[in-house]
């Protein structure tokens, strides 16, 4: 469902991703993990089409991202770090302007909604603006914005920081509940959450890929622990 080949972008001097290679079919959920800075954000606004690549190109749901960028977008969702919200807006209003930026029906957006509410569990904040909800409902909002249309690939920026340990658990039971339909990549920098969402583990550092394995291996290979391979690999040790 996504085929990325030569992936590669630039900003001025620095090279943020390059020559970035990966598959993903339906039913895996990534991990693109990597330190701060080694372009894994790069690399999924380009997949999103926020941004276009000086090199390489991708497939996502077939659609080529540079010449099809209007197909890709109604084939994701997308969940950046900080989800543009309008605080305003109560979470169902809010809702209502996503189905109507994704062309969901008038006949169709109630039910909808419903679903997304339901996944995400928003019904006790359905109601609220969103400038008064906690930090956790509004990543949740960010989720269900995602979900609207039942997009077949899900990209989610660090969809569990800053949350408590009982909500990081409640957003990666959504995940993988959904994870059987869909491709998904999940970035982050927290590596527990590799073992308790992904199937399949990529580690960018400095712009490419140096490693594709998955969380078991990388556990195997660290002596146990995935915080020293992942250490010691993007820091160049062997």
Same mark, same amino acid.
């Given at each position: ?86 605080? /305003?807006? &109560?979470?169902?209003?809010?809702? !209502?302007?996503?189905? #109507? $930026? @994704? ?54 920026? /660090?969809? &569990?920081?800053?949350?408590?340990? !009982?909500?990081?658990? #409640? $957003? @990666? ?66």
């Amino acid at each position: 469902m996504i085929n990325v080949k030569n992936l590669s972008k630039r900003f001025g001097p620095i090279i943020a991703v390059d020559d970035v290679s990966f598959q993903i079919k339906k039913g895996d959920v990534l991990g693109f993990i990597g330190p701060n800075g080694a372009g894994k954000t790069t690399t999924m606004r380009m997949l999103a089409c926020l941004i276009q690549p000086d090199g390489g190109t991708a497939l996502v749901n077939g659609f080529n991202i540079v010449e099809k960028p209007l197909q890709v977008r109604y084939s994701i969702g997308y969940m950046p770090e900080n989800t543009p919200l309008y605080g /305003e807006m &109560t979470t169902l209003s809010f809702l !209502n302007f996503v189905c #109507d $930026v @994704r062309r969901v029906s008038k006949k169709k957006r109630d039910e909808e909604i419903e679903r997304v509410v339901g996944i995400c569990s928003l019904h006790s904040v359905r109601h609220q603006t969103i400038e008064t909800l906690s930090k956790g409902y509004k990543k949740r909002v960010g989720l269900a914005q995602a979900l609207v249309s039942d997009p077949p690939v899900l990209i989610l920026d /660090e969809p &569990t920081d800053g949350l408590d340990p !009982n909500q990081k658990r #409640d $957003v @990666r039971d959504m995940i993988t509940s959904m994870a059987k339909n869909k491709a998904i990549i999940v970035s982050t920098h927290i590596l527990e959450e590799l073992e308790a969402t992904c199937n399949r583990s990529i580690v960018i550092s400095r712009g490419s890929i140096v490693a594709d394995s998955t969380p078991a291996e990388f556990r195997e290979t660290g002596g146990g622990s995935i915080d020293r391979y992942f250490e010691n690999i993007t820091r160049g040790e062997n």
